[in-house]
């Protein structure tokens, strides 16, 4: 919109002087621009109205350091080719806040479909929201330009690299039992909601674990296994505040600290809970991992989470939450990189050494 102001203001000028100075070789100089822009008005109003754009992520992951391919398809539904045209795209981190813009240059659009891929790196760790927020459509002669507003886009992750840590499980932890909708594959336990294995009847085994219109159809005894759940021992709060001031490094750091401590643990095979106060529900929101699938699950929901602001005791707002559950031990990390066991500070992480301070962190339960 503001090359064609330009060109109004131009040609104004063009026939003010024409007349001033009762020059006919500039008065059809004006008469020209004006042609020339009446044209150009209406040919972006026909683009506008003809063309379509959406956005297409071959994949929705990525690995931080290296590039990303994203695609998009511009429909061009008149007959006319659009010879120049950029988008603009905004790229905002989620967990990170803030966002940056930039223009992309297109190629010609023929009539119809035609795709266009553009790769960009990204290099910080997160849940990116890429939109295609507007489209810049030129005329023929490429002097003046509209832009059609779009909504249009997609989410992309980078997840953290995690590595390995020292984790010692106690028997109390190894052994912990209590209330779960998760149950062990590999051991009895004396939940009778859930029927863990039937098998014949041994020595020792008492009468009232029969099952008896089974064994009478089947000609022999055959006793009944309840479940065992599995309950959590550990809970890994984690004490999280977004701040402007907050440098990439160190929530990168943060990220990756997190993520181990989490990978960690249930390599070791310790079920435990992955707890924060989210920014988006304005509540406690918890996550149970215990193998990969929900370990990133865990790390796919933190990291699209919005942290406005921080909850005074997470661990205290957790028990007024989950009342009636019981756990051993409560990890705490916070944005200052510090790790809590129980309240007792483990480790403060660095922002120069954290990445040896890791490799060299056990943690004892």
């Known amino acids: 919109m503001l090359s064609i102001l330009r060109g109004i203001a131009v040609t104004a000028v063009l026939f003010y002087i024409s007349i001033l100075y009762e020059s006919a070789s500039l008065l059809l100089l004006g008469y020209a621009g004006a042609v020339l822009l009446v044209s150009a008005v209406l040919l972006l109003v026909y683009r506008v109205r003809t063309v379509r754009c959406a956005v297409v992520f071959p994949i929705a992951s990525a690995e931080c350091g290296k590039p990303l391919t994203m695609r ?13 045209f ?10 990170l806040g803030g966002g940056c813009k930039k223009w992309l240059r297109g190629g010609m659009a023929a009539a119809g479909t035609n795709s266009f891929d553009y790769s960009f790196t990204m290099e910080d760790y997160g849940g990116f929201e890429i939109q295609l927020k507007k489209v810049r459509l030129y005329d023929l002669t490429g002097l003046f ?18 590595r390995e840590i020292g984790v010692q499980l106690s028997q109390a932890v190894e052994n912990f039992s209590g209330d779960a ?19 014949e ?14 064994s009478a159809k089947l000609d022999e005894l055959l006793v009944k296994e309840n479940s065992l759940p599995k309950a959590c021992p550990v809970v890994l709060f984690l004490d999280y505040e977004n701040s402007r001031r907050s440098k990439a490094e160190k ?28 920014g988006c529900g304005g509540d406690i929101v918890r996550v149970r991992v215990d193998d990969e699938e929900s370990l990133y699950l865990f790390l796919s929901v933190y990291m699209e989470d919005i942290f406005e602001r921080k909850e005074s005791n997470l661990a205290e707002a957790y028990r007024e939450k989950y009342r009636g559950e ?16 129980n309240g007792d500070k483990i480790v403060k992480f660095s922002l120069e050494n954290w990445k040896e301070e890791l490799g060299g962190l056990e943690i004892i339960l």
């Open 72 to 84: 998009i398809q511009m429909e061009n539904r008149g007959f006319l080719p659009c010879m120049k």
């Open 86 to 95: 950029r988008f603009q795209l905004e790229q905002k981190n989620r967990f």
């Open 145 to 162: 330009y509209v832009h059609k507003t779009l909504r249009c886009g997609g989410c992309v992750q980078v997840l953290p690299q995690m």
């Open 181 to 199: 909708q998760v149950y062990d594959a590999f051991r009895p336990g004396d939940d009778r909601s859930e029927l863990f294995q039937m098998r």
């Open 201 to 214: 009847f041994r020595a020792g085994d008492k009468i009232q674990s029969v099952h008896w219109k089974l």
């Open 251 to 278: 929530v990168n750091a943060y990220l990756v600290i997190l993520a181990s401590i989490s990978f960690s643990l249930m390599d070791a095979g310790c079920a435990h809970y992955a707890a924060w106060y989210s």
């Open 326 to 341: 019981h756990y051993l031990y409560a990890l705490q990390l916070d944005e200052r990189l510090q790790l809590f066991k």
